[in-house]
């Protein structure tokens, strides 16, 4: 089976397991659950798919292009969740927590896969 479909199929089954698991053992936040999932799922994705993508071609540049790729996710998170940067501190603590706690577990999860990477050369 192709890379990019396995992929996808891995990062849809952890995307929906810890949707699944954020839904049942935490309250509902400011900030719809899956919102945050559907960024996150597809951010995760296109990194995977990027990074196998450069790994291919100029392996010795993959961490480079890893740290570049997450300031974009990190631009993109701001674009997408603009009220993480309101002023009004309409969100609480918890309600911050809802995105960035996700959004490591991903973070994780995409550097397993580059130091693998890594490690294979």
Known sequence: MNFYVKSLAALTV??????????????AGEISLVKIYLFL??????TVAALNYVHTI?????????IAILMVKIGAALLIF????????SLSRVDKLHLLVPYFI????????????????
């Open 41 to 46: 799922g597809i951010a995760g994705y296109f």
């Open 82 to 89: 603009p009220e993480l940067l309101a002023e009004n501190e």
């Open 106 to 121: 991903y973070l994780m999860i995409e550097s397993a896969i580059v130091i693998k990477w890594l490690n294979d050369k």
């Open 14 to 27: 952890i995307t929906l397991l810890l949707y699944a698991a954020h839904f049942f053992l935490i309250p």
């Open 58 to 66: 100029a392996s010795e540049k993959l961490g480079f292009v890893f």
